[in-house]
DNA sequence: TCCGGGCTCTATAACGTTATACGGATCGCC
DNA sequence: GGCGATCCGTATAACGTTATAGAGCCCGGA
């Protein structure tokens, strides 16, 4: 069907194995053959066939990005940076959608995919330590964010525990003192929220300010609509918040939804934290406060680990920690500034 | 490396073929031997390799869906009904970002990906009709979304002419008569907002309004800081708009956002539609109203079409036009639902 | 004159799969 | 009992590439 080396070869007069040599430089060809070679090439518009290519080499030249939502815009942001760089380093970075399901995460870790990839960059949410100790499949592996620590593999992910306390902080220092948390894991410990939860106890512990139970929210997932569940069970309280730290962006974005619904004023009764930075919260109203990790970084050192692995580099797997810093808007503003600029003229009513 | 129909063949005692008839099922293989190959399969715990394949087969099971913004929710949440249909079908479905440039339209029209992908699915809008009808590559493709008609080619989008024209009727029936547009194209008429923008005025004239160009607002993409910069100019007009309908959800949600900023009340003094129903608009504050095109079918559809093709469908190329309908919610609500539902007890100040 | 040794280039054997053509049973039927 | 038809399997040739071994050739040195 398409075009194929012996195509070139035979325009060019030259053997298979010559051209081979011209596309792919992999050993020098005299400079006459060459030339003859790169204009049958361009001649016919060959592109190597990239099934045969890589029955041969043993390599396909994919990695898998997989992540717990495509719909959630932190992902999409990070998955992004990460097709950039893949595609910089001579890689086709594939998503899948584990949809933050075990029976998913599982089989990708197993290797499923296994003779169409040549690695992995997984978010685990749904499995925990012991399964990604036990996987069997060989492929190299780069674990990303909060849901897994203390394996075998290369990590990247920010300091969680550090990013939640620099949020609660914040609040703190805002003169906040029934900070509540929305988004927790509704039961064991292996998931990630429980790192975001320890360092909101940390800063409140280092404020003095107790612990107090009835502030944490838990839900089932991390989407708007949990965020504006929780937020709403939270506002039935005796003593309501007066400030809330979410798990992420959107849990946060689903509270001040619950918040403005419910008449409450974004920051002067509740103020309201995120972390991950998506675009959404600079446009939401009121914006939100955050945590912005360096997700250029996260989606890079990834891609870059795992095709270091790939090209068969040995040693310890590395955890790397990109940088994060808060991003303070409205949501948590001294003042909120919304109050109009300049008299409008021309309205009804 | 792997384990490879080889090392089951001759675990089971049986010829290449036999195996490969067992795993494909292609030709039928008696019961005693199925299983013998069923059993070696299992125990060495064999996949095929799909280089391989696909290079036997002359196809790899790849398709791709090319969209200009990865981080535009639309395309995420279609993205992720396009995934599923492909998982049903048998193929894998390979993200592509164009980031609306050109280059890489055309780069993708071409084939650059010829032989990792069997077809692909393209949403174009840096390219126009003559480029498309300009092209090489045999591969399969199937169009979605405004950007260009009329061409040989399956294609799968709303009647954007109507969606927009449904949402201007809508304003129109809330007794709005200054009706801006925000989000037209920077200048030639080639892309998609045409259609859009040819609703809008369709349905101003039914009503008997007339079309005042001073109320269409250019942006150079469609996001939310394009939605919010051009509000913002919207509002410096000698008579401002007192309704605004927007390209898409984001641009709606930045004109919300300029709105909320200066002031303005949505909806009392101006309100404003959107087109897409992302599940932002949901949350936003207000929420937002818009046209909801039915993604999960425009989404299967498109998979469908290109897969068909693929496996050899000949024929004319069709048209498909998945249905939608308008979704109202708070920035077009006859009266907004912000007043508190009940007295919240116990805040500060 | 002959030989070792760079250079270029070629011939060919894989890689793992599937499709085709064929071989040998077994069966039904005259 | 002979004959075609029907099963069930097998052997083998591709698919397009790359790595390996080696073939010519020219050159400098002995």
Redo the contacts between chains.
């Keep these: 069907?398409?075009v194929s080396l012996k195509d070139i070869a035979q325009r060019a007069g030259v053997s298979l194995a010559t051209v081979s040599n011209v596309v792919n430089g992999y050993r020098p060809v005299g400079e006459r053959t060459r030339q003859r070679v790169q204009q049958a090439v361009d001649e016919l518009g060959y592109?190597?066939?990239?099934?045969?290519r890589?029955?041969r080499r043993?390599r396909?030249g994919l990695i898998a990005l997989a992540i717990p939502e495509?719909?959630n815009?932190y992902f999409?942001?990070l998955?992004?940076m990460a097709?950039r760089e893949a595609a910089g380093l001579g890689y086709?970075l594939?998503?899948e959608?584990t949809a933050a399901e075990r029976g998913e995460e599982l089989t990708l870790l197993d290797?499923?995919q296994?003779?169409?990839i040549d690695g992995l960059i997984l978010s685990p949410v749904a499995i925990g330590r012991e399964e990604v100790l036990a996987r069997r499949a060989r492929m190299p592996l780069v674990l990303i964010g909060e849901g897994v620590y203390d394996v075998p593999y290369d990590h990247v992910a920010i300091d969680n525990v550090a990013a939640s306390r620099t949020a609660t902080a914040h609040l703190v220092a805002l003169g906040r003192r029934r900070i509540a948390f929305v988004g927790a894991p509704p039961g064991d410990d292996r998931q990630s929220a429980h790192l975001r939860i320890r360092g909101y106890r940390e800063a409140l512990a280092v404020a003095g300010i107790p612990f107090d139970l009835r502030l944490v929210a838990s839900t089932e997932q991390f989407g708007?609509?949990d965020g504006?569940h929780a937020m709403r069970h939270l506002?039935t309280l005796?003593?309501?918040p007066?400030a809330v730290l979410a798990y992420n962006d959107l849990t946060a974005?689903?509270a001040?939804?619950a918040l403005?619904?419910?008449?409450?004023r974004v920051p002067?009764?509740v103020a309201v934290v995120g972390i991950d930075d998506i675009?959404?919260g600079?446009?939401?109203?009121p914006?939100l406060t955050t945590v912005a990790p360096d997700k250029r970084e996260i989606g890079r050192s990834a891609v870059r680990r795992l095709v270091a692995r790939i090209e068969g580099e040995q040693g310890p797997p590395t955890h790397l920690q990109p940088a994060f810093h808060l991003v303070e808007r409205e949501s948590t503003g001294p003042r909120p500034?919304?109050?109009?600029?300049r008299r409008?003229?021309?309205?009804?009513?």
Aim: glycine fraction near 10%; charged fraction near 25%.
């Design positions: 069907m398409g592109t190597p066939n990239l099934s045969a890589h029955l043993g396909t495509l719909t815009p999409a942001e998955a992004d097709i086709t594939l998503m959608n290797g499923a296994r003779h169409i708007r609509a504006e506002l005796d003593s309501p007066d974005i689903g001040l939804r403005t619904r419910a008449g409450v002067d009764d675009e959404e600079r446009f939401s109203n914006t500034s919304v109050a109009p600029r409008i003229r021309g309205y009804r009513g």
